[in-house]
């Protein structure tokens, strides 16, 4: 018998793992973006997980108002918005 993944585990494997680097990194993505070896490998996977997001809000087909909110969320709150978007933003 085949079964199919639920489509939110994918989101929830991502929040966990996000939550476990969450100490990794300064408080903004502007931080990681201009010091990405720095903080270390996690802050590099942070920041290649928020530049994917940021790209999959704005090729969305949300409103201006709802990507600009998304982008804000993940911009300057780059784990906790990571993990809001995938279990709370994608459509």
């Known amino acids: ?46 920041l290649v997980l928020d530049i994917i997001a940021l790209l999959e809000v704005a090729g969305s087909d949300r409103s201006f108002g709802d990507k600009v909110l998304w982008g804000l969320l993940i911009f300057f709150f780059p784990v906790g918005g990571l993990i809001l978007y995938y279990l709370f933003g994608r459509k």
């Open 1 to 46: 018998m085949h079964t199919k993944t639920p489509v939110f585990l994918p989101a929830l494997l991502l929040g966990l793992s996000t939550v476990l680097l969450a100490g990794c990194g300064g408080p903004n993505l502007l931080e990681r973006i201009n010091n990405p070896w720095g903080y270390g490998l996690c802050s590099l996977i942070i």
